[in-house]
């Protein structure tokens, strides 16, 4: 595959190779065609120019023609490109510290630091990430992880230049976005409610390197009857108990039998069985969606810290730990939307694939709730196109470490 796709990258730059030496940069993209659109918009941006063609080892993930008229198809991705700031930080987001060949790409995940690192669009410590996986076995296809769960393909590999390596790549990369919003765009109405209901939707958005085990809508429904007793010390302490603080664990750093500490200072028991991840006894089911301040895993079931219940792999469902709580409406999602009809009748499909909500559940939130709501839902607004992405959330994005 890499070796056909080679040649192909070879004879799209044999014009620009006149000695054996890979070109420059800027001349291998000036010379390739399906890269002219990249090249003219890099070209709005001398300084990030001369960065690159300054640094050393670096990996360009160059979207195609096609890639960027797809893209600007979006109204809100046309304002996204005329926005120079922007701009800058989404061609940032393609340009990646260190050079990453094809053959350092597998079946296991791996992030790679990128030089996207203004705190308007990140707070990872070391620039935002993108994800590397190689997708349908050996001779399978490079592709990229983005935000939202956006998925880009790898179509001619290994192109080599002066100071690192080009990828050519099928659709523009999306940068992650806040917990919030990604939560919002990928249904998750139980968590985005929970962070509005605890007021910690500022601290969790900005909280520089976090990882968080999102419970699913369904995991939220299981217990409802014990979430709707808790005081909101309690549902904060327990919302805390899900969260990381101060790493950023993508699903290939979760090993087998070690023990994180969560932000409320209790552990987190990390066991792996037959290429299932559990996070005490949750099951992850979708893994490393990455947000704007680190990674999020979907899991099956809300953690209790005074639960000491083991991961059961047999069973689809994970082991009940709330005992006595029974199947309930969640709570929270008053605060994000009024009925619970659209965004949390689609729970079942999260492994399935999840239709996004209309925006306009979301703006009829209720009365007491209207403050909160008027938070989450105008973020959850001005990411419109997000929507894409969070389907692509669960079509594709329920890999796993193993
Ligand atoms: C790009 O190519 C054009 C001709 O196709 C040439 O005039 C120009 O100097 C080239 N620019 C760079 C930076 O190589
Ligand atoms: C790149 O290097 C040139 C010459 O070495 C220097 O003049 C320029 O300032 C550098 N650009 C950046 C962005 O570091
Ligand atoms: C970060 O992004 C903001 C918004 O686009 C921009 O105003 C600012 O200049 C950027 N900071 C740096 C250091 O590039
Ligand atoms: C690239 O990573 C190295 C460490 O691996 C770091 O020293 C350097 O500052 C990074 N470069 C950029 C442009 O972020
Ligand atoms: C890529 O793979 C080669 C060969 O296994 C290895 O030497 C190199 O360090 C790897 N590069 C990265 C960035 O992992
Ligand atoms: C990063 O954190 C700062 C506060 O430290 C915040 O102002 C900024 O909005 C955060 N960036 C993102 C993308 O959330
Ligand atoms: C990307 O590659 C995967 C795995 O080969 C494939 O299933 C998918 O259809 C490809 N996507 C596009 C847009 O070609
Ligand atoms: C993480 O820890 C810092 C410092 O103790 C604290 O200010 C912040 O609120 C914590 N964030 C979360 C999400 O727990
Ligand atoms: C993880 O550890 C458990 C025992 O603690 C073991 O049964 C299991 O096989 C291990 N999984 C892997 C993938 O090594
Ligand atoms: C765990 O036990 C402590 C002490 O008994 C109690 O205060 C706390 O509310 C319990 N937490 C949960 C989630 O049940
Ligand atoms: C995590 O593992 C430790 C050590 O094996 C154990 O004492 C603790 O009860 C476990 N915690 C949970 C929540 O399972």
Known sequence: MFSKTFLAAAA????????????????ALNSTEELSQLNTLLGGFPDL???????????????????????????????????????????????????????????????????????????VTGGQRVGARLVGGDDGTATII???????????????????????????LTIPQSVSD???LAGLTGLAGALVATDLVETIDTTPD????????????????????????????????????????????????????SSTGQPLNITIIDGEV?????????????????????????????????????????????EGASMGDVPYTTAVTATSTVAVATTDAVADGYTPAPSGALSSASQSNAEAASETSSAGAARITGAIGAAALFAGAGYLAL
């Open 12 to 27: 799209t730059f044999a014009v620009a190779l006149a000695q054996d030496a890979p070109p420059e940069l800027a001349a």
């Open 49 to 123: 120019l001369s960065m690159l063609a300054n640094a050393t080892d670096i990996t360009i993930l160059a979207p195609s023609n096609d890639a960027f008229s797809t893209f600007l198809q979006s109204p809100e991705n046309q304002a996204a490109a005329a926005d120079n700031g922007t701009l800058m930080a989404l061609l940032s987001y393609h340009v990646l510290n260190g050079t990453v060949m094809s053959m350092n790409i597998t079946s296991t995940p791996t992030f790679v630091a990128s030089l996207l690192s203004n705190e308007t669009y990140t707070n």
């Open 146 to 172: 983005s935000g939202l769960g956006s998925r880009s393909n790898v179509t001619t590999a290994d192109v080599a230049v002066s100071n690192g390596v080009v990828h050519i790549i099928d659709s523009v």
């Open 182 to 184: 990604t939560a919002l």
């Open 210 to 261: 976090v990882t968080i085990f999102a419970p699913t809508n369904s995991a939220f429904e299981q217990i409802g009857s014990a979430l709707g007793e808790l005081t909101p010390e309690q549902a904060t302490a327990i919302l805390g108990y899900h969260v990381i603080n101060g790493s950023v664990a993508y699903s290939s750093l979760l090993e087998n039998g070690s023990s994180v500490e």
């Open 278 to 322: 559990f996070v005490n006894s949750a099951r992850v089911v979708a893994a490393d969606v990455l947000v704007a301040n680190g990674v999020v895993h979907l899991i099956d079931g809300v953690l209790n810290p005074n639960s000491t219940a083991l991961p059961n792999p047999d069973e689809d469902e994970s082991v009940p730990v709330y």
